[in-house]
């Protein structure tokens, strides 16, 4: 099949059949690109949870920054499905576009805690900035995510900022303890012990 051509796709895509739709989203990975996105795009809102996990794995297996870059927006989607399903593939492969989602959790209010748990998912330590600022988010659940995604990130340089949230609401502290217990250094033993006492 010629890259550009996506006639058999397009058609497949428009099928009743479930199995077709499925098909296309395996065609799709084949063929790759801009384009191919733009059409799982179109499949990931599919009505049949077998299309959609198709295309889920599709857009997985293309990953890169351009796929990341049009996953990242169904974060704002009201449709939970979407959205999860936004965040589950963000989670595999968003790291080839860490800059996007940090700048989505500084300016994007209504999808900051998904991003803050996707950048703790992922794990890099380019991402302590972003989280450490989410520790002074107005939103006690955002700076509980905040909390939670630096425990999963597990770095040492998170600790000052952690011990702050001691004097957060309760259930944020509780996090916060969690957190710090996943730290490597003496310095948080000690801190935690001196608070268990």
Do not use: C, Y
């Amino acid at each position: 099949m010629e890259t550009r051509d996506f006639a058999v796709i397009d058609a497949m895509m428009r099928s009743p059949d479930s199995s077709d739709r499925r098909r296309a989203a395996s065609l799709l990975a084949e063929v790759g690109g801009e384009a191919a996105v733009e059409r799982l795009l179109v499949l990931l809102k599919d009505a049949n949870s077998g299309v959609r996990e198709a295309v889920q794995g599709t857009l997985t297996f293309l990953g890169g920054r351009k796929t990341v870059e049009k996953i990242a927006p169904l974060l704002k989607e009201t449709d939970p499905g979407i959205r999860n399903a936004a965040i589950d593939i963000l989670r595999k492969i968003g790291d080839e576009g860490l800059d996007i989602l940090e700048d989505l959790a500084r300016r994007e209010k209504d999808v900051r805690l998904f991003v803050l748990d996707i950048l703790g998912t992922i794990g890099n330590p380019d991402s302590l900035e972003v989280l450490t600022e989410g520790l002074r988010d107005r939103d006690p659940n955002v700076r509980n995510a905040a909390v939670i995604s630096l425990g999963m990130l597990g770095d040492e340089r998170a600790f000052e900022h952690l011990k702050v949230m001691m004097d957060d609401e309760e259930w944020i502290r509780f996090s916060a303890i969690e957190a710090l217990a996943q730290m490597p250094g003496e310095q948080t033993v000690n801190f935690l012990m001196n608070q268990l006492e």
